[in-house]
């Protein structure tokens, strides 16, 4: 139980386009799900937290107009980096937890590697 | 300033042994701390829980000591196997909203 998928595996994509990420909880109702960043060589970095219905909270530093999540189910949640650059070229994983398992434990995607050309 | 420690760099040991990762913590006050593997070009997979009330967990081979007044958690695999050989992180929570903050992770390689 508590799979966490994401699609696509990986992206690449013209700079100045924008790019969208779905993540899918497949056994389970996620009540929260979270986005992360992760470069070469480093940790998971937080990017946003979403619940099912309402605005994402943003970390500090992650613009939220570049970054537009939109969390529409208990079971969806999506990424779309808009007019992406170089330099957003990485790991995005997300993850998911619910209110009817443990709000403590989060359930990891597979995560989506994103190449801007 | 918040800092999450782990050794960053590699572990190498050999089959059979006992790996032993370290997690250290400065300016938190988790109320949980967890232990993900990471393989590459993959997300993290939980291992383990442990809350701040709980000195030691166990499950099959792996076990996670917390230490909240030395601000360091342990992660012990016994019987190591090449399979183990990952990146191994540790997250502690932020006690906002299930937020966790991750360690940059050791990694770990298990050799015959």
């Known amino acids: 139980g508590a799979v966490v998928s994401q699609h696509p595996s990986w992206v690449i994509c013209k700079s100045g386009t924008s790019v969208k990420i779905e993540c899918r909880s497949l056994?389970?109702?996620?009540?929260?799900m979270f986005w992360y960043r992760q470069f070469p060589k480093q940790s998971l970095m937080l990017m946003a937290t979403?619940?099912?219905?309402?605005?994402?909270?943003?970390e500090q530093g992650v613009e939220k107009d570049k970054f537009l999540i939109n969390h529409a189910s208990l079971t969806l949640s999506t990424l779309t980096v808009t007019s992406a650059h170089p330099e957003d070229s990485s790991f995005y994983i997300c993850?998911?937890?619910?209110?009817?398992?443990?709000?403590?434990?989060?359930?990891f995607g597979p995560g989506t590697r994103l190449t801007v050309t | 300033s918040q800092k999450i420690e782990q050794n960053s760099e590699a572990l190498n040991i050999q089959e059979g042994k006992t790996a032993t990762l370290t997690c250290n913590y400065t300016?938190?006050?988790?109320?949980?701390l967890q232990w993900y593997r990471q393989d590459p070009g993959r997300g993290p997979v939980f291992l383990l829980l442990?809350?701040?009330?709980?000195k030691e967990k166990r499950k099959e081979r792996l076990k996670v000591t917390f230490d909240t007044t030395l601000k360091q958690s342990l992660f012990h695999i016994t019987a190591s196997q090449p399979a183990d050989s990952a990146t191994y992180l540790c997250?502690?929570?932020?006690?906002?909203?299930?937020?966790?903050?991750f360690g940059t992770g050791t990694r770990l390689q298990v050799t015959l």
């Open positions: 993850s998911a937890s619910s209110a009817s398992e443990s709000l403590d434990e989060q359930y």
């Open positions: 997250a502690l929570d932020t006690g906002t909203a299930s937020k966790l903050t």
């Open positions: 300016n938190y006050s988790p109320a949980y």
């Open positions: 979403s619940n099912e219905g309402s605005k994402a909270t943003y």
């Open positions: 056994d389970f109702q996620a009540t929260t």
């Open positions: 442990i809350r701040e009330n709980e």
